[in-house]
């Protein structure tokens, strides 16, 4: 697992990091149970709490119980418990964790749809839900990056009305493109989510550390991670 970044809360801590290709495929869907039940451990070894994504708003409340269910449909999680890791997965689109000041945690999964139907919005309504957080730090994992994410020209202008011109952006070859990480930083902001680590990685360009939907049409997914644990958990369990 790569950290992205993390908090501490009088004896807790907050966490939140991504996996790459040499934690396994961890996609939900295409993974047979046990080799990610053994996957998911290696990697954070707590119980997983993850969603079934489906390019929507919903923001979905953890608790651990959840762990032992079926996948609830949405495309983010959020906790204030102890020694829960909310995941998302992501070939592409682009994978967001959060950290409150009133120590609870997210993690959202915004392609391009889910973004446009508000989930990052409905993340953060569903955060300060949770104890009044006032402040809320968030970390963008690796996503498809706008030189390789080609786009159609009525979608891209829909989206440029909707989170501002920097969304226009145009690939190697000169050919229109979306700019997911213009977009999302223009909701963020919009949020009042102050963005305290970006991954530089390209998920498209870096075909050694990620799975790419649209640039290779491969099935894996990596995981963003966030989860809460005791102050002193060891190095390993990380």
Same mark, same amino acid.
């Given at each position: 697992m790569q950290p992205l970044i993390q908090r501490e809360f009088h004896g807790r801590t907050a966490r939140i990091a991504h996996s790459t290709r040499s934690d396994g495929d961890l996609s939900p869907s295409t993974v047979p149970a046990d080799v990610l039940i053994q996957r998911r451990q290696a990697a954070v070894a707590l119980p997983w709490c993850v969603a079934r994504q489906v390019h929507s708003d919903r923001a979905i409340a953890a608790a651990p119980a959840d762990a032992a269910k079926e996948?609830? @449909?949405g495309d983010a999680l959020v906790t204030n418990k102890t020694n829960l890791v909310l995941a998302v997965h992501s070939g592409d689109c682009v994978p967001v964790g959060f950290i409150t000041d009133s120590a609870t945690v997210a993690a959202a999964h915004a392609g391009w749809k889910g973004l446009e139907a508000g989930v990052l919005e409905s993340t953060v309504r569903r955060l300060r839900e949770f104890g009044g957080a006032a402040a809320i730090t968030a970390a963008v994992g690796p996503h498809i990056r706008a030189s390789h994410y080609e786009f159609g020209q009525a979608d891209l202008d829909r989206l440029a009305r909707r989170f501002g011109p920097d969304v226009i952006g145009a690939t190697n070859d000169g050919r229109p493109a979306l700019d997911l990480t213009a977009a999302i930083a223009?909701?963020?902001?919009?949020? $009042? @989510?102050? !963005?305290?680590?970006?991954?530089?990685?390209?998920?498209? $360009?870096?075909?050694?550390?990620?799975?790419?939907?649209?640039?290779?049409?491969?099935? $894996?997914? !990596?995981?963003l991670v966030a989860w809460i644990a005791p102050a002193d958990e060891t190095e390993d369990s990380r």
């Open positions: 996948r609830p @449909v223009a909701e963020l902001n919009r949020l $009042g @989510v102050d !963005i305290a680590k970006w991954s530089d990685d390209c998920t498209a $360009g870096e075909a050694d550390l990620y799975w790419s939907h649209r640039d290779r049409q491969e099935s $894996g997914r !990596i995981a």
